[in-house]
């Protein structure tokens, strides 16, 4: 039987998660969450008691205080049986239940894909805001980058990366994140495919120009997208240096997201970094023993990030990654990837 977590929107997320998520134990999730049901009296104060509320878009119920962030390298649609299917995309958005969402080759008007709006029509599905722009003309349409986001976003820009000779144009998009008050900087990009290493260092370098830039001082940064290289490239090597690649942390597995018919690579990412954390490389020797401990926090004036409250005071928060995953899906020759941060506020 196939239930469409998109027509299940008052299902409550944890009983969802248990018939969706293949916990252990299933039965005594199952019986526990009919318990908080009944106790509850409804699917909206139920969700509430268990630490959700309900998503005014109606699609799907968000954690509070839970980030759950996609990257998505969508092909325009078009998936590995060559068949231009947009909402087999909206579906892998929808059961992933994600707040946020990067998305890379995003046609709009362009012939290929039959020259409709792909963003337009994933927000439609998914209930999300999109958010596109433009690298290149394709096809009498445009070719870009998009965001799906359930939270407000401001200073929403993109900046076209450098070249070298004759490559596409690549573009890094760059956006503010208001998730609950705490303000996250939020960059989507996709860099050079060709084996040498220079345009993707170029476009790494203004990843981390960016990332330093004095308005976004005392701001969380989270950095999705395709880097069209593997693990100890330059490129790679480079972010590293002052990001933590999530899958280092809590991934299982290779991690491998191309090409979905016999994945044999890992090239699309999520890095993150909280403010005043130290080197990428310093964070992951410390790992084990600091973030995989719940209830455990380091030294708070060492990572927290900030925003405006009240009277222009600072309320602070760092972001705790919990979990990340390939999703499998044939909408498209990359595999989607998830990452789950809990916001935590001090």
Request: glycine share 10%.
């Amino acid at each position: 039987m196939h239930i469409n977590v998109a027509e299940s929107r008052m299902i409550p997320v944890l009983v969802r998660t248990a018939f969706f998520g293949k916990f252990p134990n299933y039965w005594c999730h199952l019986l526990l969450m009919l318990v908080l049901f009944l106790v509850s009296g409804s699917p909206v104060a139920f969700s509430q008691a268990v630490g959700g509320h309900e998503d005014t878009s109606g699609s799907v119920l968000v954690e509070a205080d839970t980030l759950r962030v996609l990257s998505y390298n969508i092909r325009a649609g078009r998936g590995t049986d060559d068949v231009y299917d947009f909402r087999r995309i909206a579906d892998v958005i929808i059961e992933s239940r994600a707040g946020l969402v990067a998305l890379q080759e995003v046609d709009v008007g362009v012939e290929r894909s039959g020259g409709v709006d792909i963003m337009q029509i994933l927000a439609d599905y998914t209930g999300m805001e999109p958010f596109f722009f433009m690298n290149t003309p394709h096809q009498g349409g445009e070719y870009g980058n998009g965001i799906l986001s359930r939270y407000p976003m401001a200073d929403v820009v993109n900046h076209h990366l450098p070249r070298v000779g004759d490559s596409e144009q690549r573009g890094l998009m760059e956006a503010v994140i208001d998730v609950n008050g705490a303000e996250i900087l939020f960059f989507n990009t996709h860099l050079d495919h060709r084996p040498d290493d220079a345009e993707r260092l170029l476009g790494v370098d203004v990843i981390l120009e960016r990332a330093g830039a004095p308005e976004h001082k005392g701001r969380a940064v989270i950095v999705a997208g395709d880097l069209n290289d593997i693990p100890g490239s330059p490129a790679y090597s480079r972010i590293a240096e002052y990001f933590t690649d999530i899958w280092d942390l809590f991934g299982v597995g290779d991690g491998y997201t191309y090409h979905t018919d016999n994945p044999d690579r890992r090239i699309d990412y999520l890095f993150f970094r909280n403010a005043g954390d130290q080197s990428g490389t310093d964070r992951k020797s410390d790992s084990e023993t600091d973030w995989k401990q719940e209830g455990e926090k380091p030294d708070a004036e060492a990572v927290k990030g900030g925003h405006r409250s009240g009277e222009g005071q600072i309320t602070g928060y760092r972001l705790r990654p919990v979990s990340v995953r390939v999703i499998e899906s044939v909408g498209s020759d990359h595999l989607p990837l998830l990452g789950v941060f809990v916001i935590e506020r001090f």
